[in-house]
C-alpha cells in the first residue's frame, strides 16, 4: 500500500528518496505564506471588531482560510477532506450566514484561523529555518568561501578558511539534511493531522449529510409529483374541456346538416373528436387518477382492478387516508404490477390486498407462470425488469421495500412495503365509506 | 321512463365558461330552461335554494379546491332534498363516484355521465329527461369497465343476464332493452326476475329493486 501520509511514509525504508519530504516542504512553505496573510487580516478585522461589523469579517477570513487550508492539506494527506458545510435550503445571503452561524464546524474554523496565524505559521517557519537552513548554510560553505577569497563563517559560529575545511562543512550539510528531512516530515505530519482534526467534517456531521441526500431525494420526488399533477390539471381543465365543448358543438351541427357529403363529414369529425377525447382521458388518468386525491388509496386500487385485463379480486383492502406521495407510490405500484400480469405472466386472476398498522402493505398475487424475479435485473423481459428496478427506487425514497416471490412456474407475489403514519382528519371519513363500500361487493 | 316533451328547468354548475355557454345553448335549443348558471359549489347550493329547478346538472370537479367539490354538492343537496334529479357530468370513468351518488338517497333520479356523452346530443338530452323522470343513468363507459370484472355476486349471472343489467343499469326500461337485445319484452322481464332472484333481491316496488340490482352491480 503507497503511503497516504508523511507519518506513514516515515515508516518505510526510502523516505528521503520519495517526493513526501519536498510534498511537507511544500506544505509548511505554503502554510507560512497563509498564516501571514491569516495574521494581518484578522489584525485588521479584529480592530474592526471593536465596531462590530468586523465580527462577519471575522468569520468570513475564517470560512475562506479553512476552504484554502482544506486544499493545501492535499499536499501531504492523500484522503481530500470533505467541505464540511451544509448547503443553506433557501438562497441569498442571509439564509446562507444563518446556516453557517450556527454551524459548529465554522467556529471550529474561526479557532484554526487564529491559531494558524498566531502560533502555527512561526512554527512552520521556524522548523523550514532550522531544517533547510541550517543544511543549507553548511552547503553552501565553499561557494561563500569561493566568493570571498578568504574567509567565511559558517553558521556564525566556525570560521572556515581552507577548501577542504569547506567542503567538510558542505558535506556535514548534506548529512544534515537528509536526517533533518524526518523531524520536519513528522512534523508536517502533526500539523496536517491537526488541520484535520479542526477542518474535516466529523462524523455526526457526515450523518447529517446522508440524512440531507436522502432528505433532497424525497424534495425531487415531491417535485415530481407535484409536476405530475400539475400536468394533470392543466390537460383537464384546458385542452379536455375544449375538446368537450368542441364535440357538443359538432354534435349540434350534426343534427342541423341536411344529409349529404357535408353530414358524413360532420359526422366523421365528430367520431374523431370523440376519440381524441377518450384517449385523452385515459392519458389524464394514467398521469395522476384524480380518485387518488379524492377518494384515497383503497379506491384507486379497486379503480385499478377495474382496468386490468386480468380479472382481479380487491374485497381485501382496509386502508386509513395516507400521505399523499405513500398512496402515489403505492398506487403506482401495483399499476406496475397489473401491467406486468396482465403482459407477462399469463394469469388467469390476480388478487389485490392491502392493509395499513405501522407501515402500508400491499400485496399482489397472480396465479401466472411466475420468473419475474429475474427480470427485476434487467436481463429477461426488458420493459418488466425496468419497470420493476424503477418502482423499487421509488419505494426507496419513502424507506419502503419491494419483495418479489416468483418461482418458475408460479404464483407470483409482490409485496410492497412502506412505513407511514395515517392521516387523522376529515378525509380518513370519507376513506372509510369508500373502504366499507368497496368491501361490501 | 318514456320521454317527455315537457321543459325541464335546470340548474347548471360548470366552472368551464366554454362548456357552460355551451351547455346552456344546447339545453335552450332543446326547449330546456337553464335558471341558474353557476361556476362552484356554493353558488350551486344558493341556486338550488333559490330556483327550485327540475333538475341539477353538476360537474365534479370545481373550485375553490378542483377536487370532487360537485359530487359532494350534489350528494349533499339530495340528503336535503331527497328525490331532487341530479346528473352529475364526470371527466372520470370511475364507479367510486358514480357509487356515492347512487348511495345519497334511494337512488332515484340520479345520472353519472361522462362528459364525453354531452357530444351525443341525443343521448345526452335522452339521459337527462329520464333522469328528471326519476331514472338511474350510469354512463355506459363506467358500465362497461365493470362488464370486465367477473366476481360475486354477479359471477352467478349468465352472460345474457348481466347484459340485460348492464342496460338496466344505463337506464332503459324494459321495452329499450327488449328493441336493443332483439327480444320479446316479455323475455327481458323474466332476465329481470332472473337477476333479481340470483342477487337476493326479494320482490318489493319494482323500480326500487331495478335500482338495488345497479348499486349491487356498482359495488361488485
Redesign the interface.
Known amino acids: 500500500m503507497e503511503p497516504r501520509t508523511p507519518w506513514q511514509a516515515l515508516t518505510r525504508g526510502r523516505y528521503v528518496r520519495t517526493g513526501w519530504p519536498w510534498r511537507a516542504v511544500g506544505y509548511l512553505g505554503s502554510g507560512v505564506v497563509t498564516g501571514a496573510i491569516a495574521l494581518a487580516v484578522l489584525l485588521l478585522f479584529g480592530v474592526l471588531a471593536v465596531v462590530l461589523v468586523g465580527i462577519p469579517l471575522l468569520l468570513l477570513t475564517a470560512l475562506a482560510l479553512g476552504g484554502v487550508e482544506r486544499r493545501r492539506l492535499r499536499l501531504v494527506d492523500l484522503d481530500p477532506a470533505a467541505d464540511p458545510h451544509r448547503v443553506p435550503d433557501a438562497p441569498g445571503l442571509a439564509a446562507w450566514l444563518r446556516v453557517r452561524v450556527r454551524e459548529q464546524v465554522t467556529w471550529r474554523e474561526l479557532a484554526y484561523a487564529v491559531l494558524h496565524a498566531t502560533v502555527l505559521w512561526p512554527l512552520d517557519l521556524l522548523v523550514l529555518a532550522v531544517a533547510l537552513g541550517l543544511p543549507a548554510a553548511l552547503l553552501s560553505a565553499p561557494l561563500r568561501l569561493a566568493l570571498d577569497g578568504q574567509e567565511t563563517k559558517v553558521v556564525k559560529a566556525y570560521l572556515v578558511t581552507s577548501y577542504p575545511q569547506a567542503f567538510a562543512a558542505a558535506l556535514l550539510g548534506a548529512a544534515l539534511l537528509v536526517v533533518l528531512l524526518y523531524p520536519l516530515g513528522a512534523f508536517a505530519g502533526a500539523r496536517a493531522a491537526l488541520s484535520r482534526a479542526l477542518l474535516a467534517p466529523r462524523e455526526a456531521e457526515l450523518r447529517d449529510r446522508i440524512g440531507e441526500v436522502t432528505a433532497s431525494r424525497a424534495r425531487l420526488v415531491a417535485a415530481f409529483e407535484a409536476e405530475r399533477r400539475r400536468i394533470e390539471?392543466d390537460l383537464?381543465?384546458g385542452a379536455?374541456?375544449?375538446l368537450?365543448?368542441l364535440?357538443?358543438?359538432?354534435?349540434?351541427a350534426?343534427?342541423d346538416a341536411p344529409p349529404g357529403p357535408l353530414a358524413d363529414q360532420l359526422a366523421k369529425a365528430?367520431e374523431e373528436?370523440?376519440q381524441v377525447?377518450?384517449e385523452l382521458?385515459e392519458l389524464?388518468?394514467g398521469i395522476h387518477?384524480?380518485?387518488l386525491?379524492?377518494?384515497g388509496l383503497a379506491?384507486a386500487l379497486?379503480?385499478a382492478?377495474?382496468?386490468?385485463a386480468v380479472?382481479?379480486?380487491t374485497t381485501d383492502i382496509d386502508l386509513p387516508r395516507l400521505p399523499a406521495a405513500v398512496e402515489s407510490a403505492g398506487y403506482f405500484a401495483v399499476c406496475e404490477a397489473l401491467a406486468n400480469i396482465g403482459r407477462h405472466s399469463g394469469a388467469t386472476r390476480a388478487r389485490i390486498s392491502a392493509r395499513h398498522a405501522a407501515s402500508l402493505t400491499i400485496e399482489v398475487e397472480d396465479d401466472g407462470r411466475g420468473g419475474a424475479t429475474a427480470s427485476i435485473s434487467g436481463s429477461a423481459a426488458g420493459s418488466a425488469g425496468t419497470g420493476l428496478t424503477g418502482l423499487a427506487d421509488r419505494l426507496a425514497v419513502l424507506d419502503g421495500t419491494l419483495t418479489i416471490i416468483s418461482p418458475a412456474g408460479g404464483p407470483t407475489l409482490l409485496r410492497v412495503e412502506i412505513p407511514c403514519p395515517a392521516l387523522p382528519d376529515r378525509s380518513a371519513s370519507s376513506s372509510q365509506?369508500?373502504a366499507s363500500?368497496?368491501a361490501?361487493? | 321512463m318514456s320521454r317527455t316533451a315537457r321543459s325541464l328547468r335546470v340548474v347548471l354548475a360548470e366552472d368551464s365558461v366554454l362548456l357552460r355557454e355551451g351547455l346552456i345553448g344546447l339545453l335552450a335549443r332543446f326547449g330546456h330552461e337553464v335558471v341558474a348558471a353557476v361556476g362552484d359549489a356554493d353558488g350551486l347550493r344558493a341556486a338550488v335554494a333559490e330556483h327550485d329547478p327540475d333538475i341539477v346538472v353538476t360537474d365534479v370537479r370545481m373550485p375553490p379546491g378542483f377536487q370532487d367539490e360537485g359530487l359532494r354538492a350534489a350528494v349533499a343537496l339530495r340528503a336535503d332534498r331527497p328525490g331532487l334529479p341530479v346528473l352529475v357530468l364526470s371527466q372520470y370513468v370511475q364507479r367510486t363516484y358514480a357509487a356515492d351518488l347512487l348511495d345519497a338517497g334511494d337512488g332515484t333520479g340520479v345520472g353519472y355521465l361522462l362528459k364525453d356523452r354531452v357530444g351525443q346530443v341525443e343521448e345526452f338530452l335522452d339521459a337527462l329527461t329520464r333522469v328528471a323522470d326519476g331514472g338511474t343513468v350510469v354512463d355506459p363507459e363506467v358500465v362497461r369497465q365493470l362488464l370486465r370484472r367477473h366476481r360475486d355476486p354477479l359471477e352467478a349471472l349468465t352472460p345474457r343476464e348481466r347484459e340485460v343489467l348492464a342496460l338496466v343499469a344505463e337506464g332503459h326500461s324494459n321495452g329499450e332493452i327488449a328493441r336493443r337485445l332483439v327480444v320479446t319484452e316479455a323475455a327481458v322481464g323474466k332476465h329481470i326476475g332472473n337477476i333479481l332472484g340470483k342477487l337476493n333481491l326479494p320482490p318489493a316496488e319494482d323500480t326500487h329493486r331495478r335500482v338495488l340490482a345497479v348499486l349491487t352491480y356498482l359495488r361488485a
Open positions: 390539471r383537464h381543465d379536455q374541456q375544449r368537450v365543448a364535440t357538443m358543438t359538432l354534435g349540434l350534426r343534427l365528430h373528436a370523440g377525447l377518450t382521458r389524464i388518468h387518477p384524480q380518485v386525491a379524492d377518494y379506491a379497486t379503480d382492478a377495474d382496468r386490468s380479472p382481479v379480486d365509506r369508500t363500500s368497496s361490501k361487493g
